[in-house]
């Protein structure tokens, strides 16, 4: 079935560590690739997209993320931490290049540890 | 920049009643704004496309009668749950579109709306 996967609902680590979020798409073609951000009270904010060319891609907050065609993936990196950075993210998807039709993953929330 | 407000943020109701929630794109036209539902501990799905002017498209199983939606100019979209029932409780959240030109335009998205029907 067509999907967005993201298999970790909830990642905790210590700040200052290095963090990896996961995400997987299952779709003929590659679609737009996107990450989210969700804090408590705010709107979900963009952190960074993919439509094509360099497949890493540099974000806002420090966040970077890489498309890799043959795993279907579109990882979300951030090399230090922050406690402000708890929050919960979204990877999603455009299959439609003509559309602007979000479709979601579910989620990884991200708790950090002094 | 681009700004979008909710109004109000949270809402409890009894079953029966109807609720309305506000999306208001503060410092840009929007000329499409979505709508999305968010369940517990859930992914965003959405719920209906609406252009400014024109009649909602809704996703498949949502039902139109009873999410109302309004869009009837560049910076207010409206989103009425009628007859609501303990059911329709969730999280919504409006994103507005500036632009309908060519390519992807990026949505920006309102803080979100915790509705809870008794």
């Known amino acids: 079935a067509q999907s967005v996967t993201q298999p970790d609902i909830h990642i905790t680590v210590s700040e200052g560590a290095s963090l990896e979020l996961r995400c997987n798409y299952s779709y003929g073609a590659t679609p737009y690739l996107f990450w989210y951000v969700q804090s408590p009270g705010q709107g979900l904010q963009l952190l960074l997209k993919y439509f094509s060319g360099d497949t890493l891609v540099q974000g806002i907050k420090g966040f970077e993320a890489e498309f890799k065609r043959s795993q279907s993936s579109f990882n979300l990196r951030k090399p230090s931490v922050h406690w402000s950075d708890a929050a919960e993210y979204f990877c999603?998807?455009?299959?439609?290049?003509?559309?602007?039709?979000?479709?979601f993953g579910t989620g990884t929330r991200l708790q950090v540890f002094p | 920049g681009a700004v979008v407000s909710q109004h109000p943020s949270w809402v409890i109701c009894k079953s029966g009643t109807s609720v309305k929630i506000e999306c208001r794109s503060l410092?840009?036209?929007?000329?499409?704004m979505f709508w999305y539902r968010q369940f517990p501990k859930q992914s965003l799905m959405l719920m209906a496309t609406?252009?400014?002017?024109?009649?909602?498209?809704?996703e498949q199983g949502v039902e139109k009668d009873k999410f109302l939606i309004n869009h009837a100019s560049l910076t207010l979209s409206t989103l009425t749950v009628t007859s609501a029932h303990p059911e329709d409780s969730s999280f919504y959240i409006c994103?507005?579109?500036?632009?309908?030109?060519?390519?992807?335009?990026?949505?920006?998205f309102g803080p979100g709306t915790r509705l809870t029907v008794l």
């Open positions: 994103s507005a579109r500036a632009s309908s030109g060519q390519g992807f335009n990026e949505q920006f």
């Open positions: 999603a998807v455009v299959l439609l290049r003509n559309t602007d039709k979000l479709i």
């Open positions: 609406s252009n400014e002017g024109s009649k909602a498209t809704y």
């Open positions: 410092d840009f036209q929007a000329t499409t």
